[in-house]
């Protein structure tokens, strides 16, 4: 078990039993929840009425409030942000622009994940002071860890808007009272979900070298927000007794703007909920005429083919036929496929816009490659299903939906057009050179390992329904892997830690003893020009480095080049990050 898997777990266990010490217990008594115990699970969870199980759906099997949600205050997708800003500014707290997606502060981080990751780790760790002691942000967020899931769970992106409640307080000012009055009351009181709709669960959250104890909040089903009160810092603890205190004690609530959204129309999925001027589009262009009678019945149980959380997706997807009954999986599969795909589109045009709009390129490096695996995933349900869809017509709309919250994002659009002609020439004229390659597999009958299959994407560009329609059409059969998007992050991933750890381990012993590099592009961004002291020069691989004191320059990071300039009469060519030391690559 790693050791933020243990800390997470030490935390939970200790909170177990000592809730009054970790959780705003009274508070929550005096709003009229009881602290109960899922029969399920075993999760510990406040609920206003009597409950046997939490909420979560792997306990209650199904999303309830799909065409029956309890909230009565529907919400479109910016009008969402828009209330919980005013419903937050009233109550004191500080509105904030979004971070970029980009995470150039971050060496272990490509793109911003969360609403509180532009304070990780310069705020929290009290370093530099944050824009207002309580703030509201509407920080939209990339993840790629489960891009199989999209389009398929209803609920599942792989792109987000976090928006952030945050508070970065001293400890003797810290309010956890308030902060989930705060949150509890913008459920009650602006979607007007009743009380009794709501569980909250107890749990524990470790991430960026921080961590603490945090609550959720489910309804019908579904996660809503979560508290995270972020209390330690973890970065040298191996164990929950080795955890020390932060200096500011922060208040972390991350919710899902689309969730919310979502919650407050009960529509058949989020989908359609944020996006329904994309999803329109797409049905009209595509000609699809979905069965959305099955497709409701389908809903309600697609949170169970969650590939994270279940250990054969075959036997899931038997149990979810069986539950909507009197059909196949063969059958309920060739009803669900295409409409993942067409929500899918819908989700990877809206993370392609988010991301190159800020400077981010689809590349096989960094995190430029979960870019072109979701745009080639884009291209490949066009290209199988023979669909009249423009994709950068998708990402111009997604732009102009999303003005009123991002009307940066308009101004990029001619140079991401570019970006999109260039892959999608490429991605063409890839298909076409690609069927001996199959053939040559088909007619050896070889079987493929999930390894084989992510190699052969990685190095060819060949997909798993490349595969299986080349064995198809020799009236062969062949298993290609659920997961395989996930495989192939996964690949990467492993590629770029271990590069990074080798080539971080060579540099490591010329920086050895070097102070910490003083980060003035934090303090201005703008500035170009500074008088500094040069603290080492040296060689390595052929490669020329100069350390400084201090420095203008942004480090690579999150899928983006670094910046580059002159230091002297030396150009700078690249710039890395190491622990605190900054390198300049120099010629």
């Not at 209803?154 to 945050?166: A, D, E, K, P, T």
């Not at 529509?267 to 699809?288: H, I």
Request: proline share 4%; aromatic share 12%.
């Amino acid at each position: 078990m790693s050791v933020v898997k243990k800390i997470k777990k030490q935390i939970i266990e200790e909170a177990s039993s000592h809730p009054e010490k970790y959780f705003p217990v009274k508070t929550l008594e005096e709003m009229g929840f009881k602290r109960q115990s899922c029969s399920s699970c075993g999760v510990k969870f406040w609920s206003s009425v009597e409950r046997d199980v939490c909420g979560d759906t792997s306990c209650v099997g199904t999303y309830s409030f799909i065409g029956d949600t309890p909230a009565k205050t529907p919400m479109e997708f910016t009008q969402t942000y828009t209330l919980f800003r005013e419903f937050l500014e009233q109550r004191g707290y500080t509105a904030v622009k979004r971070f970029p997606i980009v995470a150039r502060w971050r060496d272990d981080l490509d793109f911003n994940i969360a609403s509180v990751i532009g304070f990780q780790p310069y705020v929290t760790k009290g370093l530099v002071a944050p824009p207002a002691e309580l703030v509201v942000i509407p920080q939209n967020c990339l993840r790629f860890g489960d891009i199989d899931n999209v389009g398929y769970t209803g609920r599942h992106g792989s792109n987000f808007v976090m928006i952030g409640q945050l508070a970065f307080k001293k400890p003797q000012e810290y309010d956890q009272a308030k902060y989930v009055k705060d949150l509890t009351q913008w459920f009650t009181d602006v979607m007007k979900i009743p009380k009794e709709e709501l569980q909250i669960h107890e749990d524990a959250w470790a991430g960026g070298g921080d961590c603490g104890p945090s609550i959720e909040f489910f309804s019908r089903g579904l996660e809503l927000g979560n508290q995270v009160y972020m209390w330690y810092d973890m970065s040298e603890a191996e164990d929950i007794s080795e955890l020390k205190e932060l200096d500011l004690k922060v208040l972390d609530m991350g919710m899902g703007l689309e969730r919310c959204c979502w919650f407050s129309k009960g529509s058949v999925n989020q989908y359609a909920a944020t996006m329904p001027r994309v999803c329109d589009y797409l049905f009209e262009k595509t000609g699809l005429k979905p069965n959305w009678d099955l497709y409701e019945k389908f809903l309600p149980h697609s949170g169970n083919l969650n590939l994270d959380e279940v250990e054969n997706i075959d036997e899931a997807w038997e149990d979810v036929a069986k539950s909507i009954g009197d059909i196949s999986v063969e059958e309920l599969k060739n009803e669900i496929d295409p409409l993942a795909g067409l929500y899918s589109l819908a989700d990877h045009s809206k993370t392609l816009l988010y991301a190159l709009s800020d400077g981010a390129l689809p590349s096989n490096v960094k995190g430029g490659y979960n870019l072109r695996l979701v745009l080639r995933r884009a291209l490949d349900f066009i290209y199988k299903y023979s669909w009249d869809v423009d994709l950068f017509e998708l990402i111009k709309m997604q732009a102009e939906d999303v003005q009123d919250l991002y009307p940066e994002f308009e101004q990029e659009l001619s140079g991401i057009k570019k970006i999109i002609d260039h892959e999608i020439k490429k991605f063409h004229e890839h298909k076409s050179k690609i069927q001996n390659t199959v053939q040559n597999l088909v007619k050896k009958n070889k079987h493929l390992s999930n390894e084989d299959f992510v190699k052969l994407y990685v190095s060819d560009g060949i997909t798993p329904e490349d595969i299986k329609k080349g064995y198809e059409n020799k009236g062969q059969t062949i298993s290609i892997p659920a997961n395989f998007f996930t495989l192939v992050n996964e690949f990467f991933e492993s590629q770029k830690e271990s590069t990074g750890k080798a080539k971080k381990n060579v540099l490591l012993e010329y920086i050895e003893g070097l102070p910490e590099t003083q980060l003035l592009y934090y303090e201005d961004s703008y500035k170009e020009f500074l008088d500094v002291e040069i603290l080492k020069e040296f060689e390595v691989e052929g490669r020329n480095y100069i350390v400084l004191d201090k420095t203008l320059f942004y480090p690579t990071g999150g899928g983006q080049a670094s910046d580059v300039g002159m230091i002297g009469d030396k150009k700078v060519v690249a710039v890395t990050k190491i622990g605190k030391i900054v390198l300049h690559e120099v010629k």
